[in-house]
């Protein structure tokens, strides 16, 4: 079944937008997790990086050429006018823009690096899967590429870096889950199917968060990198304080 419309309240954030590197033609925000990236219709009202600077900035022509999911904190460009816009179309098509993500996930993986070509589509609803937006390996699935690195190893957990050479839905957090891999606290790929329902119709409880380990999935954009007027551009934002508490936390073991 799909899930049922939420009409509990969400967890407030607790930190604000923050830019990271000004330029004239474009800003690099560190979006903090529950922010969206841009508003959109619902029943409850979230805080929105773009809304945020546009009245931060006084610049209504800011547009974001990329989106970070809510619960995804890290990197995201906000261009300033039309033409920057324009130019970043052209970058996100030829595939010349290069975004590198940190997760924390359950396991240790005994390899250091490892390619992942395995493409993704939907699952469709039936058997184990209640949720219509899981995404998962499949052969008709869309050609799907992720360039995995191992950064560090504690307390049956590992903190992975991850480059997807595609974009597709969901892409990283499908494939960590393909390897086994579940990333923390998240809610459709995660070790518990049946939670991110609960999660549709409670809202964030700490009760879900004590379940989960975190109160959002613990993927983080950490780098971004592009070409921008014969030079390479390259923007990095610190592993978001949530993320690495949680990672501190852990006994300093395997």
Known sequence: MTAPARTAPLLPPTERPRVILEHPDFYVVHKPALWLTHPVRARIEVPDLLTFMQRTTGEADL???????????????????????????????????????????????DWERRTLDAPLGDLGLGGANRISIRQGVVPDGRPAVTDFRVVARRAGHA???????????????AHLSHLGLPMVGDKIYGRDPD???????????????????????????????????????????????????YWDALPDTP
């Open 63 to 109: 547009a974001p050429p990329h989106r970070l999911d809510r619960e995804t904190s890290g990197a995201q460009v906000l261009t300033r006018d039309r033409e920057a816009a324009q130019r970043f179309f052209t970058l996100f098509k030829t595939h010349l823009v290069g975004k590198t993500y940190l997760a924390v996930v359950h396991g240790t993986p």
């Open 159 to 173: 903190l992975i870096e991850a480059y997807p050479r595609s974009g597709r839905l969901h892409q990283i957090r």
């Open 195 to 245: 939670v991110f329902l609960t999660f549709m119709e409670t809202g964030q409880t700490p009760e879900l968060t004590a379940r989960l380990g975190l109160a959002r999935q613990a993927l983080h954009a950490a780098r971004v990198a592009f070409p921008w007027a014969g030079t390479q551009v390259v923007a990095e934002v610190p592993l978001a304080p949530d993320l690495q508490a």
